[in-house]
DNA sequence: GTCTATATCATGATAGAC
DNA sequence: GTCTATCATGATATAGAC
């Protein structure tokens, strides 16, 4: 066992991680220089290219952290749910909240960085880079595949373009209900402890997306004149 | 009447602030330098200075150029909606149709640079510096005032709380779904001339918002432990 | 692994001729 | 109003001492 446990191998990797990860989130990375992000992590200015190579590489870094385990927390989630009622379809809520549940937990990790994280995530989703829209679309595909197959089992009687739509608008709102929990208050007043308060955010997101999920199905498509 | 009609009097106005309707939603506003812009827009590099000020005067005059006039319709919408029907509250798919088909409509105008627009501003609501913020807030603040009021008649059993966070949700949906209306095809396949189809995108999302928005009340509060 | 110093280049803005 | 030339600044990245 070394004698200097008190210094972390990493920990000059992890500072990086979480200052980049906070400033991202706060000015978009072209809005960060490396100079205002290892002035904050109290790192050399030079630290950034010798452990990540360069700032692309550093974004992509971010990213992996924490998409990686979350993304495979969400399959899990779905998995332990199917096994559970074995044979039987998953009612479609059931199925939202897995998937939302993940997402919201991390906003209550305020001290770890996740709420950093989760805010900055949802700000990507729009974010104009093709190489990180690449990047995060690579990430997410396997749960988006798994997370389709179990609606499509819960919801057969669905049209599937209608059904990909749908999960395209749900995926939309809690990107950005993610990116902007704080902007919420410019709506309207909204007191803080609630904001901050997951279970509450988890109960009335998934509310709202279980219904526009179900919403009615017109009887009759309309024709493109 | 002028001889030389052939040049209007602000071509020169017109094609930055085109150029940088579109490239500001490719590459954001950090993203998009100067020369690249005014190289696009075939203008000398200083007639950005000369006729906005600053870079920063220039991005405020590309939101005002569409957004006053959008949210004027929004209004101005809203408003036929409640003179044609005096008294009686308006329903809640009837008021979210006209918000959201402003919207919409300016999709369909992809020659006048619309479309451009319309995903610049969805993926703006996410942008992370403040000052855009603040100011696309500002110029929206009228608009979502009028039509709270409007729902708040329609839904008058609705916790006032509640229908702030839905109507934020809604928003959400709306912006996200602006922003990344190409991406769609990222989850699944999907015919690319729906994909431009307004008209089946505003029945598509009205039908899932509304749902949303009308999602049962849970009868027992949740509350904190 | 960490640091200082610096190379190289791109940026926003402006001065001043036309 | 438009252009060229240029300034001052800040960016990423790296070389090389420690």
Redesign the interface.
Known sequence: MSLRAVKPPHETRTRILDAAEELF????F??TSMRLLTTRAEVNLAAVNYHFGSKDALIEAVFRRRLDPMNAARIAALEKLETEAPGKPLAPETIIRAFVGESLRMIEDAKGGGRNFIRLL??T?????KAI?ALI?QMYAPT?ERY?AALERALPQMP???L??????M???L???L??TD??Q???G?KP??RH?A??LE???T??????????L?TAV?K?A
């Open positions: 989130m706060q000015h978009g072209e809005g949802g700000r989703y729009t974010e104009p880079a829209r679309g988006m389709k599937r373009e209608e990909v739509w749908r999960m395209h608008f995926f939309g709102t990107s950005y209900t990116a902007a902007a919420v410019l709506i309207a909204c402890e609630d308060d279970r509450l109960d009335r997101l509310a709202f997306l279980a219904a526009g999920l179900g919403a009615p017109k309309r493109a």
